[in-house]
């Protein structure tokens, strides 16, 4: 029997342009569940509890909101992002062409 390992982002995670990248192609994706848990993958690569420690939040409690199944309020996501190196940045939607 062949066994399986579930596929982990976390584990490729290793630098910050990766980390940026990955996270650029979740936010595209507009699914808050699947954006929720790109943003726990980078946690969980540069390490839950340092994470934690940068936020004051609990390791549990960025483990449930970052987990997909709930939707983190605004303000932890963003704790979440600084205490990971990462900002936020607005850039202007491609126009999209109209098909002829």
Same mark, same amino acid.
């Given at each position: 029997m062949v066994k399986i390992k579930p596929f982990d982002p976390a584990e490729y995670l290793d630098s910050p342009e990766?980390? @940026?990248?990955?996270l650029? *192609?979740?936010? *595209? &994706? /507009?699914?808050?569940?699947?954006i929720s848990k790109a943003i726990g993958a980078v946690a969980r690569s540069q390490g839950m509890t340092a994470v934690? /420690? !940068?936020?004051?939040?609990?390791? *549990?409690?960025?483990?449930? @909101? +970052? %987990?997909? *199944?709930? !939707?983190?309020e605004f303000? &932890?996501?963003?704790?979440?992002?600084?205490? +990971? %190196?990462?900002?936020?940045?607005?850039?202007p939607q491609k126009k999209k062409t109209k098909a002829a």
């Open positions: 990766v980390i @940026a990248a990955y650029t *192609e979740a936010f *595209e &994706t /507009e699914d808050v569940a699947f934690s /420690e !940068k936020t004051g939040l609990s390791r *549990e409690n960025l483990y449930r @909101a +970052l %987990g997909g *199944e709930a !939707k983190p303000g &932890t996501v963003i704790k979440v992002l600084h205490a +990971l %190196g990462i900002d936020l940045i607005a850039k």
